[in-house]
């Protein structure tokens, strides 16, 4: 802490003109360094943990315009040091730097790498934004720091209160931009003594010739601050004159409306309230702050418009009002469930699934004002992580389904860039498309490398027996060339992972009965290994993990020691035994199906799982329990990772290590 106060009092000395933080590793020229003009940045990478690295590059964050931007900067070796030329844009006020090689980075032990620039404009002064940009970097309480750059705890409210002074003292022009933020930091800094010079802020931000922006921030700092109703009041009437259709009529709209609970009232609702207040014309500031979240606008639109059937195709109405952040998770509930599930129309579903592709797409080539403080490599490894995990195998699917499969393959390869893979979903529609374009060598490449990362589907196996049978003339020695494509080293380290962990607990007691009626109880199941799978009708990844299921019950199917039971549970209304029945059935599923039992007063059938989940203290579907002879729990298997045949390989051996269990 003594440290970090003598660098806070030793930049204080020195930002009366610009500087660069010079240490061992750092330095810049000119040692005095300007807004507007050239820069050369030196870097040493001795002692850090970019030592030795064979190439160094970095991201530069620029305070201009009073907002952190990220951009990438390529050095090159100079003897012991790195370099890089820049020209700093007249409009910024400070430097920060983060050196990278690789997945290893450099910043300065979390104090960072800052340049401090001088006006070229104004002799003996700092050039816009550098001393509040200092003083945000190292406030992480204001919300206008860097993400990501440093662990900081944050300077004191004084400091900050401090940068601010010094800020709007050496630029009157950002009196009006700053005035919020410096009454924060006066507020906590001299307590009830503030008051007279918060009083002084809000007359200065409700000038005759105030904007709303202006208006805002004085109506906050009297409700947050000064904490004064009638002066509140006095403000919101003044906005309210001079701007009706505004933020204060928006937030009085907004909350009338959240308040609906009818469906098609809140639809007709939402529509009227977008006509009246469109996003384009709204402060984004007070929408956060009062939680106007134009975003679930759209989605609750697009949502509930397609449960409720409505003539508007909302989808393409707002898709491109859609920002980035709310994009996933409304692909998720429009495409993403119904296609999982095999409800509603495909073909609208591939529609939709178009449109928001389309528009994530935007986003790759326009970073979006969300993400400036990251780089533009930064922003496309994080857009194809997210795009990868949450977009890429549904839209694959649904390509492939539209026969479209030239663009399905193009979209894998990317994925595979991520994945390596490494995901079953992704591997089973590369191979569907591999096979319908009739590149066979492609294909048999790619089977190997799922089976060998062991992230292969039911359906990948059958192309690879396929391709075995054609080879070798019959299916002899099959299984045991399957095995040999997986990774050894991946074998023994999941067995190490399930024997470290083996549990030995005590079973509830259970009694259900099965699709036909009969009661099974576990008493009679002791001298049995038994493995009980918890799923649900309305659960996606139950039924996704079922294809791998189907290949540890046929492996087991001759052994009389070894049972599974695929129990219904967590079910509302009085279909699920119909729907149930019909989808074993129409999946060709060997399973026996139990139906956990619903006690009178019970909204769902969960006695037995309920029981469970106290005794093991754990909750959720799916959940596969595998129990020893002697009825003791000895493994809990939790989710759903993707992959059948790994799924398959988990239960093998979790089964065959119960079996040998004492």
Same mark, same amino acid.
């Given at each position: 802490? %003594? ?9 204080? $000395? ?10 061992? !590793? ?28 064979? &190439? ?27 370099? &890089? ?73 004084? =400091? ?18 700053? =005035? ?84 098609? &009232? ?35 639109? #697009? ?51 178009? +449109? ?14 969300? #993400? ?39 979209? $894998?390869?990317?994925?595979?860039? %991520?994945?390596?893979? !490494? ?7 590369? =191979?569907?498309?591999?096979? /319908? +374009? ?77 699709? !036909? ?21 309305? @659960?996606?990844? @139950? ?8 290949? $540890? ?48 007063? #019970? ?8 029981? %469970? ?30 992959? =059948? ?5 988990? #239960?093998?051996?979790?089964?065959? /290590? ?5």
């Amino acid at each position: 802490m %003594i440290h970090k106060t003598l660098t806070f009092l030793l930049f204080t $000395a020195l930002s009366i003109n610009g500087f660069c933080q010079r240490t061992n !590793n750092f330095r810049s020229l000119p040692e005095k360094p300007y807004n507007g003009k050239a820069l050369t940045v030196f870097y040493n990478p001795s002692g850090t943990p970019l030592q030795n690295k064979e &190439s160094v590059n970095a991201v530069v964050y620029k305070y201009t315009d009073y907002k952190w931007e990220a951009a990438d900067v390529k050095f090159v070796k100079a003897g012991k040091e790195w370099k &890089s030329d820049l020209q700093v844009p007249i409009n910024t006020g400070i430097l920060a730097f983060k050196f990278v090689s690789g997945d290893s980075i450099d910043n300065n032990k979390d104090f960072g790498y800052f340049i401090m620039l001088n006006d070229k404009d104004r002799p003996g002064k700092m050039a816009p934004g550098g001393y509040i940009g200092w003083g945000f970097a190292r406030s992480p309480s204001y919300g206008k720091n860097i993400p990501g750059y440093i662990n900081f705890k944050g300077i004191s409210d004084t =400091a900050t209160y401090h940068w601010l002074n010094q800020e709007i003292l050496n630029n009157q022009k950002s009196k009006s931009l700053l =005035a919020r933020d410096y009454a924060i930091a006066l507020s906590a800094y001299m307590g009830e003594h503030a008051a007279p010079k918060l009083v002084l802020a809000t007359k200065y931000l409700t000038r005759m010739d105030a904007n709303e922006s202006e208006l805002l921030d004085a109506r906050y700092i009297s409700a947050n601050l000064i904490r004064d109703k009638n002066l509140t009041d006095s403000i919101n009437m003044v906005i309210s004159q001079k701007f009706p259709n505004g933020s204060i009529a928006r937030l009085a709209a907004f909350k009338k409306m959240s308040s609906i609970r009818d469906i098609d &009232s809140l639809l007709v609702a939402s529509e009227d309230f977008l006509s009246k207040f469109p996003e384009a014309n709204t402060n984004a500031k007070f929408n956060l702050e009062n939680r106007i979240n134009y975003g679930v606008i759209y989605q609750n639109l #697009m949502v509930f418009g397609r449960l409720k059937k409505r003539p508007t195709d909302y989808v393409s109405k707002y898709i491109d009002s859609l920002p980035y952040n709310m994009l996933t998770s409304v692909y998720y509930k429009l495409i993403g469930i119904p296609y999982h599930r095999k409800e509603g129309d495909l073909k609208k579903i591939a529609e939709d699934s178009d +449109l928001f592709v389309k528009r994530f797409e935007y986003f790759k080539a326009n970073q979006p004002a969300s #993400m400036a403080y990251l780089s533009p490599s930064e922003w496309k490894s994080e857009y194809q992580k997210t795009f990868v995990a949450m977009v890429s195998s549904d839209h694959i699917g649904l390509l492939n389904y539209q026969k479209r499969y030239q663009q399905a393959l193009q979209y $894998a390869k990317e994925a595979q860039a %991520i994945l390596d893979y !490494n995901n079953a979903e992704i591997n089973n529609q590369q =191979a569907l498309s591999l096979k /319908m +374009l009739g590149l066979n060598k492609d294909l048999q490449m790619l089977l190997k490398k799922s089976m060998f990362k062991n992230q292969s589907s039911t359906e990948m196996i059958a192309m690879i027996r396929e391709a075995f049978v054609k080879e070798r003339g019959s299916e002899k020695g099959f299984q045991e060339y399957l095995e040999s494509l997986k990774n050894p080293a991946d074998k023994e380290k999941e067995l190490k992972d399930i024997k470290e962990s083996m549990i030995k607990k005590e079973m509830p007691t259970w009694s259900m009965k099965d699709l !036909n009626g009969k009661t099974v109880n576990s008493n009679d199941l002791k001298g049995k290994t038994v493995i009980l799978d918890f799923w649900a009708t309305w @659960c996606v990844p @139950c039924k996704a993990s079922f294809p791998g299921m189907k290949l $540890a019950v046929e492996k087991y199917k001759n052994d009389p020691d070894v049972v599974f039971y695929f129990v219904d549970t967590e079910e509302r209304g009085d279909t699920y035994k119909t729907e149930n029945a019909k989808y074993i059935k129409d999946n060709n599923y060997p399973f026996n199906v139990l139906f956990d039992n619903r006690l009178e007063g #019970m909204k769902t059938n969960s006695e037995v799982f309920n029981k %469970i989940c106290k005794a093991f203290t754990i909750s959720g579907i799916p959940q596969k329990l595998i129990i020893d002879k002697n009825g003791y729990l000895r493994f809990i298997s939790i989710g759903f990772k993707g992959s =059948a045949t790994g799924l398959a390989d988990e #239960m093998t051996a979790l089964i065959e /290590m119960t079996k040998k269990a004492e």
